[in-house]
């Protein structure tokens, strides 16, 4: 999603905002408004206003199994809403931070973003959003006053856009999770921390659904599925008959696939070093697979010779660097164009020869598929509901939420493509 330089200055201009002397003045506004929106809620739900208990998968240490808690979900303050997590599915992007391998270890910690619920209750200034609303969680959002949320190309919110560093809430810094046990406070995770039964999210990162969507599938599209159709539909935009070739057969590439279909491609080429894409490949209807150890050639010059020259787009969802380098070379001069959509490791440098651009081949990325969380995403979730895209094939396995480490082991080797957890089992 963002290389690590993107979010060091994100975590500049954090800590530029936190430490303005203004906070300690909102905050005590933040404890009157707290308590008038506990009576406003408590209309609704008999838990508003009051701390909740439940389970939450903890990440205690890098890489280390996730150990199920019993914790405590501190009711929404203003603008926040408090979810009851249904199902959550498991990225990628939690597996990196959990590994922290290229990233500043941030433990303990609830993970979690890809998922969908129910709202238990909101906090003071929420109007769009009600106790009993179908939602979908966001790792980013979109507050609808900043310079970004009002530009039409932009999805980057200036306020909610995604912050791997941040650890607590956005009004106060402050974590809504603490152990029962020890009231020992646990860090967030992408302002979503969706491995709690429970969680506590900034209402402008909260996505309303149609209650009659199955949540279980819905959740898919607070992250990978989005990312991957948006990064065709929104970045890429290919013309009608277009060649496309997609590095990296995971459920964001795949994504992408589907939105080569709908986009009217000619020829979707997936690229994957595992020989059992394949299946997947033939499964999401892609018309040709390459696997690059299977060529003495660079993978770009097999590209070239298979679409007389170049390829319109190419779509980079591995995060290897090398693989980007790939695309900008496989790419048709004139007019290919490649998006970054995998997340490269912190210290990676891309190169190419300037000639590239010289010979008007562009280069490009995104976040989420370049779609506004409230006022972009509706219309995918349109196509869900009218059957134009569909999520189950996505699935591939399916675990309660006491065995969640399973899920990471199902990734970590490579096996299926999403593993559903479901929260209340
Ligand atoms: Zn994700
Ligand atoms: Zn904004």
């Not at 150990?67 to 597996?95: F, G, M, W």
């Not at 009231?183 to 996505?207: A, C, D, M, N, R």
């Not at 209650?211 to 890429?236: F, M, R």
């Not at 008959?241 to 979707?268: N, W």
């Amino acid at each position: 999603m963002h290389s690590l330089q993107k979010q060091r200055s994100l975590l500049f201009q954090y800590l530029r905002s936190s430490s303005n002397s203004n906070n300690i003045i909102h905050n005590s506004k933040m404890i009157l408004s707290s308590s008038s929106s506990l009576l406003l809620a408590s209309n609704f739900s008999s838990t508003a206003g009051k701390v909740i208990p439940c389970k939450a998968a903890v990440a205690w240490e890098a890489g280390k199994p996730l150990v199920i808690e019993d914790v405590e979900v501190a009711p929404p303050q203003a603008k926040e809403v408090r979810i009851n997590i249904k199902y959550s599915s498991l990225c990628h992007t939690d597996l990196y931070f959990w590994e922290s391998k290229s990233v500043p270890p941030i433990f303990p910690r609830i993970l979690g973003h890809e998922a969908s619920g129910v709202v238990e209750s909101v906090g003071d200034g929420v109007s769009n959003l009600k106790p009993g609303d179908h939602v979908l969680p966001l790792f980013t959002g979109e507050c609808g006053e900043c310079p970004n949320c009002k530009c039409e190309d932009s999805n980057m919110c200036e306020v909610l856009r995604i912050n791997p560093t941040r650890e607590g809430m956005i009004s106060d810094g402050k974590s809504r999770f603490s152990t029962i046990k020890d009231k020992e406070p646990i860090s967030h995770f992408l302002g979503t921390s969706t491995f709690s039964q429970y969680t506590v999210v900034h209402s402008g990162s909260v996505v309303k659904i149609n209650p009659t969507l199955p949540l279980d599938k819905a959740c898919l599209l607070s992250c990978s599925i989005s990312t991957g159709i948006g990064s065709i539909l929104n970045v890429a935009k290919p013309k009608k008959g277009a060649s496309i070739a997609i590095f990296g057969l995971g459920t964001v590439g795949l994504a992408a696939a589907e939105g080569a279909k709908i986009a009217g491609a000619s020829r979707i080429i997936g690229i994957d070093k595992n020989p059992n894409k394949l299946e997947y490949a033939r499964k999401f209807g892609l018309t040709d697979f390459v696997n690059p150890e299977e060529h003495e050639r660079p993978v770009h010059e097999v590209l070239k010779e298979m679409t007389n020259g170049g390829v319109d787009r190419c779509i980079e969802c591995t995060g290897n660097i090398n693989a980007l380098m790939s695309a900008m070379e496989a790419l048709h001069d004139g007019w290919g164009v490649a998006v970054l959509v995998g997340v490269p490791s912190g210290d990676a440098v891309f190169k190419t020869n300037p000639f590239n651009f010289l010979n008007e081949k562009t280069i490009t990325g995104t976040t989420f598929g370049n779609y506004k969380p409230k006022t972009g995403l509706p219309t995918l979730v349109d196509m869900f509901m009218n059957n134009k895209l569909e999520l189950g094939k996505f699935i591939t396995h399916r675990v309660p939420l006491s065995e969640i480490n399973k899920a990471f082991d199902y990734m970590i080797k490579g096996q299926g493509l999403r593993t559903i957890i479901d929260m209340n089992d």
